[in-house]
């Protein structure tokens, strides 16, 4: 009877000490991991640009420029053209003027010439004096109004500048001819791709000079500053324009250069 009463016996009591160290343990391996999912969650969302291994401060590097070029016929003609009035009146030398400017842009349309491309870039109204024994004395007044078009087919440009030459007579005067290229994009991205092989071949021919060999690259750049190619042509100009017929326009060839700077890091052979 005394067996069955007697209580069943109970699990062995930790000690206070035992359940510290696990306590601690399990914040430790919690912590460590809060730490590691931070870290993880800066370097995904970290703007700074990661260097290429091999381009630490410490590393040495090689720094190359090359240049490359590229060719091609370029496909639009801007003219700029000055159109000049004068009479007695202000109003007569403007009311003159725009005669002369109409017909002009009526002849530029006549040739292919989109309204768009047609663009007034300045005009002036100036009195005109004379200055008899020194005195100044008021003889009228000289309208100059600018017009720049953009001529998108080099084929009938000669046509274009001749038509408004004559329909504008002695008012015209032809300031200055640009070629260009509608779509540079092309061409000039020969003209790249060429300066970044030269870099790329005097580099190596530089780390192997130095009995070192080319790492990653560190940065790649491109100095080249866009630039125009004038053709001017002044008042003697138009004059001969309005005897030809049409007048010759040659695009010819137009070369587009290009520059850039690479930086290496070296690495030991």
């Known amino acids: 009877m005394a067996e069955e009463d007697a209580a069943p016996p109970r699990p062995p ?25 931070g870290l993880a969650l800066t370097t995904a969302g970290a703007t700074t640009p990661v260097q290429a291994a091999g381009c630490g401060s410490s590393a040495p590097r090689l720094t190359v420029q090359g240049t490359g070029q590229a060719s091609a016929a370029p496909d639009v003609l801007t003219a700029v053209f000055g159109f000049s009035t004068t009479a ?3 109003g007569a030398a403007l009311a003159a003027n725009n005669a002369q400017v109409n017909e002009a842009l009526s002849a530029l349309a006549a040739n292919g010439v989109a309204r768009p491309d047609m663009q007034t870039t300045g005009l002036t109204l100036q009195p005109q004096y004379a200055y008899p024994k020194g005195v100044p004395t008021l003889t009228g007044y000289q309208v100059t109004n600018t017009v720049t078009a953009t001529l998108r087919n080099t084929a009938t440009a000669g046509a274009a500048i001749d038509g408004v030459v004559n329909a504008s ?5 032809i300031d200055s001819l640009t070629f260009s290229f509608g779509d540079p994009a092309q061409v000039e991205d020969r003209a790249r791709a060429d300066a970044v092989h030269q870099a790329v071949a005097h580099a190596g021919a530089m780390a192997a000079a130095a009995g070192r060999r080319l790492g990653p690259v560190c940065s790649l750049t491109d100095d080249t500053q ?6 001017a042509f002044g008042a003697d ?6 005897q030809s017929t049409p007048v010759p326009v040659e695009p010819g060839t137009q070369v587009q250069t290009d520059q850039v700077t690479m930086v290496y890091a ?4």
């Open 13 to 37: 009591r930790r000690s206070h000490f035992t359940r510290g160290v696990v306590l601690a343990v399990t914040l430790g391996a919690l912590l460590l991991g809060g730490a590691g999912l």
């Open 88 to 90: 007695g009146s202000s």
């Open 169 to 173: 007579g002695d008012a015209a005067q």
């Open 226 to 231: 866009p630039s125009l190619f004038p053709q």
């Open 237 to 242: 100009s138009a004059a001969t324009a309005k």
């Open 266 to 269: 070296l690495e030991r052979r």
